[in-house]
């Protein structure tokens, strides 16, 4: 981290606003960065106003100029760019994700918290006592650190996708199948005819009818790697919550529409 008793300037500023846009989070940033950006964007505005006094269309004035409304700009990107990031960083809080606040400065950590203790008040008000049933765990793992084309992230991947799908039930043609528990039903006695109106009372109820109809929606599985965020959604056996580099095996009609969306990539699992 710089030296927070060294005096900013306009190198750091221009670095530490190509840090934040790369960074997908907070970048480190030196704890006086705030304050001492009045006192250098001060200092500047100073120097160029000695310097248009002496000749207002000299190369230094124009560069101190340049330099002043460089920094506004890129210091005004910083600052919105991070309490985005904060802002996403308090909604994961509030909905029980860890979140890691030591790369914030007091000013963002006071932000964060006046956010975070808002939305989860919210929240506990608004959303949890209309959820209902609890929602849906998924089995997830971490992507390994590397890039897409390398063969020992995609080995991991697909060893740990293999674990998923061997664990699930599977049908007569080998394809994995989600089951939830058998809902109660009532025993219908045996025929003691096969009359037609008999044999009408042995056609299944449409609770029946649902409950097979939804298994076999269920059959077609895909695995996944989730490309970013996602917010909690309903499908068919509860409510899913999905985070980036998440690795799920989803419905084949809600995994297609997250590929669609390009919010996911589908994993090719070889099973034997």
Known sequence: ???????????????????????????????????EVKIFVSRLKEEAQAEAAKDPYSTKTRSLNVQVANVNEKVTQVFEIRMEKILRMAIRGASGGKVENSRMVE???????????????????????????????????????????????????????EVILSSLPTDSNNKPVLVEPPKPTAT???????SPSSMASLEPSPQM?????????AKDLLVLRILEDIPSFAGPFGNYRLRREDV???????????IKRGKAIEIAVART
């Open 1 to 35: 981290m710089p030296n927070p008793l060294k005096p900013l300037d306009y190198q750091e500023v221009m670095d530490i606003w190509r840090k934040e846009k790369d960074l997908k989070s907070l970048a480190e940033l030196r704890r006086d960065f705030f304050p």
């Open 107 to 161: 000013e963002e950590k006071a932000y964060f918290e006046h956010v975070f203790t808002l939305t989860k008040e919210i929240r506990a008000r608004e959303i949890d006592p209309i959820k209902g049933q609890k929602e849906m765990e998924f089995q997830t793992l971490k992507v390994p650190e590397g890039g897409e084309g390398d063969q020992s992230v995609q080995g991991a991947i697909s060893t740990k996708a």
């Open 188 to 194: 219908v006695p045996p025929a003691k005819a096969t």
């Open 209 to 217: 009818q649902e409950a097979i109809e939804t298994k076999q929606e």
């Open 248 to 258: 799920a095996t989803l419905p084949a009609g809600i995994a297609r529409a997250l």
